[in-house]
Nanobody, 124 residues
Framework: QSQFVESGGGSVQAGESLRLSCASS????????IGWFRQAPGKEHEGVSC????????YYADSVKGRFAISRDNAKNTVALQMNSLKPEDTGVYYC?????????????????WGQGTQVTVSS
């Protein structure tokens, strides 16, 4: 079972913004990073963004660079994803999980244990 709870999704028009929030019910310090992943219908989970637990360094998939911004609040044990200039191809269920960056790939440490996620739907 995932220790993360996602919220903030919704249905928007292309070009609009959403802010997702991820709350952790447990200790996240053992992860290299905390990240956001998305799953479009019929597709695998895709790494969107990852923020390092140790130094706050951020990483983004090429498809969202310049539009999305990940941030963390250590005191509240939360991670947010600000999504601007949304596109229809951003549609999917967004999940939060531990992450690690391998080269240019953002990989999850969920080991199949995903939370309920939050639905993001962007219409053109």
């Amino acid at each position: 079972q995932s220790q993360f709870v996602e919220s903030g999704g919704g249905s928007v028009q292309a070009g609009e913004s959403l802010r997702l929030s991820c709350a952790s019910s447990g200790d996240s310090s053992h992860f290299d990073g905390i990240g956001w992943f998305r799953q479009a219908p019929g597709k695998e989970h895709e790494g969107v963004s990852c923020i390092s637990v140790s130094d706050g360094r951020t990483y983004y998939a090429d498809s969202v660079k310049g539009r999305f911004a990940i941030s963390r609040d250590n005191a509240k044990n939360t991670v947010a994803l600000q999504m601007n200039s949304l596109k229809p191809e951003d549609t999917g269920v967004y999940y939060c999980a531990g992450c690690v960056v391998l080269g240019t790939r953002i990989e999850s440490l969920a080991l199949g244990r995903w939370g309920q996620g939050t639905q993001v739907t962007v219409s053109s």
